[in-house]
């Protein structure tokens, strides 16, 4: 009897590179020249969101590039990053929110599994929670898939990993 094959399809960031690349951002905000006297701040809310406070709209695109050249150096996705609105903060500043994702929505899981089904492969797709579990007899089929959808990554919100691969 042949053995099934799968993976599991998730969304998630390393932590700690995400607490290393704030705390990088933070350090080049204190040492760097234009940022001097400007009192802005960076802020890692646990798994949820960063926060950005400055003087001024330039300033915060400054940080925001920083923070995606930071982001680049620890391959980290761009991708999980949701940013919110510009707004008014106390003292003439202006902060935004940058909401963290991890896991995949239900749309996007849904999304995905269509997708599978598409390509007429001879996998089965099933969404567990926050993630999608790919089975099949082939481990060919499976190479296959992750393909498909790294050629589509363009298509997702979402940063994709391939996990618990047997």
Request: charged share 35%; proline share 1%.
């Amino acid at each position: 009897m042949a053995k099934d094959c799968s993976f599991d399809i998730v969304s998630e960031f390393d932590r700690q590179e995400m607490v290393n690349a704030v705390d990088q951002v933070r350090r080049e905000l204190t040492s760097r020249f234009d940022f001097k006297n400007s009192n802005s701040q960076i802020d890692l809310d646990a798994d949820k969101s960063i926060t950005i406070t400055t003087e001024d709209e330039m300033k915060l695109r400054n940080i925001v590039d920083i923070i995606q050249s930071k982001f680049s150096k620890r391959n980290l996705s761009l991708k999980i990053l949701d940013p919110q609105g510009i707004e008014n903060a106390l003292g003439g500043n202006v902060r935004q929110v940058f909401k963290l994702r991890k896991g995949l929505t239900q749309d996007l899981a849904k999304k995905i599994v269509a997708d599978i089904k598409n390509s007429k492969l001879k996998v089965q797709a099933s969404i567990q929670g926050e993630q999608v579990r790919v089975s099949g007899k082939s481990k060919d089929d499976l190479q296959e898939v992750i393909q498909l959808l790294r050629k589509n990554d363009d298509a997702y919100d979402y940063p994709l990993q391939f996990t618990n691969y047997r």
